[in-house]
């Protein structure tokens, strides 16, 4: 069975710095996506960043990136210069193959890091 | 963009009670999903659906059950509602076909409190 980590309950960082964020999952696929997914408080959960499995480079969106490293089941995400906005719960997920011939993909998620972005 | 409408924010509701939970989509999507969210665990999800008429258990089904009539529409229901089903419930959706167009669009969320 797939499972996710997130190993770091809550996370503080200042405003302008970088953090990074930890996930590592368990699979036997070779075939995946993995997501990063932002849950802002009293707010709706959004998809911040996603990598295919088989893609080797890092996928970036804007202030976010990802280092996937797929030999050691890890996928980290990284936020540059922090904002305040970016105080939310961050979510890893893992999606796995279709199922019943491609009609869905069921998400794995990770037990969340709590990130606040102090002033 | 996606627009995935939980009926209620916030609902109390008594030991026993019949519960619906309602979630409409406006994108035409053929996957709907019911996750709870609890504190430490993450999202677990309790059932989906990918089409009309068509539903399959998630990870932790016990107690729920689910109904999808319409496309656009999918119901859960607690059929006896219980105190540790007191949680955040989010429903989702997103279109079909390869694992690349899979994105899973999230409503704001319904915190249940079972007394």
């Known amino acids: 069975a797939q499972t996710v980590t997130q190993s770091q309950p809550e996370m503080s960082v200042q405003e302008a710095e970088t953090v990074t964020l930890s996930c590592t999952y368990d699979?036997?696929?070779?075939?995946?996506?993995l997501f990063w997914y932002k849950q802002p408080p009293s707010r709706q959960m959004i998809l911040v960043i996603r990598q295919e499995a088989y893609k080797q480079q890092n996928a970036t969106e804007n202030r976010f990136s990802v280092n996937f490293q797929k030999a050691a089941k890890s996928f980290s995400l990284k936020i540059s210069d922090s904002q305040l906005g970016d105080t939310a719960m961050y979510f890893c997920?893992?999606?796995?193959?279709?199922?019943?011939?491609?009609?869905?993909?069921?998400?794995?998620f990770g037990t969340g890091t709590l990130l606040a972005v102090q002033p | 963009d996606v627009k995935v409408t939980q009926s209620s924010r916030y609902l109390v509701k008594r030991t026993g009670e019949k519960v619906f939970l309602e979630c409409v989509q406006d994108m035409d999507h053929e996957n709907m999903f019911w996750y709870r969210q609890d504190p430490g665990l993450g999202l677990r999800l309790i059932y989906f659906?990918?089409?009309?008429?068509?539903?399959e258990k998630g990870d932790i089904p016990e107690g729920y059950s689910v109904s999808r009539e319409k496309k656009e529409r999918f119901s859960l229901i607690l059929e006896s509602a219980s105190t540790n089903q007191t949680s955040m419930y989010l429903c989702a959706s997103s279109s079909g076909g390869s694992l690349a167009k899979n994105i899973q669009y999230f409503g704001a969320g319904t915190r249940l409190s079972v007394l």
């Open positions: 699979t036997s696929e070779n075939n995946y996506y």
């Open positions: 997920a893992f999606a796995t193959n279709p199922f019943y011939g491609g009609a869905t993909n069921k998400l794995i």
């Open positions: 659906s990918y089409d009309v008429k068509m539903k």
